[in-house]
Structures are given as structure tokens and as C-alpha cells.
Nanobody, 123 residues
């Protein structure tokens, strides 16, 4: 099981970015994928999860209305669309899978993690 996050970069406040999580070594169709982030000096926090049946679970209210998650099983990829970005969204973003179909409520149930991709929101 491998996950590879990409798409990070430098963006101005109010801008948008789309992160990608490429899955390999397993059939993405049957599994949930979550996105997490970790800012400097802070603990890792949950962002969003998408289940195998395309149900989205937000792990924090601050992302609602700005971030959305989607999946393309044919491309083995899950996307995190981030709009109206704020400086406080600056962090390393990670994707992970609990290796089950539904999104767990807690981060501890995620078994496999990809490397992170840096997102910096700054003018």
C-alpha cells in the first residue's frame, strides 16, 4: 500500500489549490482516503475524508465551504480542492487510508500514510 501526495505550492490568500493523492498497491475503489495537515509547531489535524461510497466527512468546521474532496477510481487518485485559502491553512498536507471503506472518526485508525506536500499561503 502506497500513497503519494502532490500538488502543493505557494499561493496567495484567497487563492485555490488542488492536491492529489495517488494510490498504488491496492484497489482504491473499496477504501476510504483522508487528508490531514500539520502546521509548524502544531499537532497533525484531520481535514477531510471520502468513503468508498463517496461520502465526505469533515474533521474540522473551518474547512467547510472552502475544501472539498473527490475521487477518481479509474486514476487511483483522490483530490482535495482547496478554495479561499488563508494563511492559517499553511501546512504540510498528508493523505492516508484506514484501509477500510468508511471514514473513521479518529486519526488513530489510519494505517497507511503518504509523504506530505507543502502548502504555503502567503502574499
Amino acid at each position: 500500500v502506497q500513497l503519494q501526495a502532490s500538488g502543493g505550492g505557494l499561493v496567495q490568500p484567497g487563492g485555490s489549490l488542488r492536491l492529489s493523492c495517488l494510490a498504488s498497491g491496492f484497489t482504491l475503489d473499496y477504501y476510504a482516503i483522508g487528508w490531514f495537515r500539520q502546521a509548524p509547531g502544531k499537532e497533525r489535524e484531520g481535514v477531510l475524508c471520502i468513503s468508498s461510497s463517496d461520502e465526505s466527512t469533515y474533521y474540522a468546521d473551518s474547512m467547510k465551504g472552502r475544501f472539498t474532496i473527490s475521487r477518481d477510481n479509474a486514476k487511483n487518485t483522490v483530490y482535495l480542492q482547496m478554495n479561499s485559502l488563508k494563511p492559517e491553512d499553511t501546512a504540510v498536507y498528508y493523505c492516508a487510508t484506514p484501509y477500510r471503506s468508511r471514514c473513521p472518526k479518529e486519526m488513530k485508525w489510519y494505517d497507511y500514510w503518504g509523504q506530505g506536500t507543502q502548502v504555503t499561503v502567503s502574499s
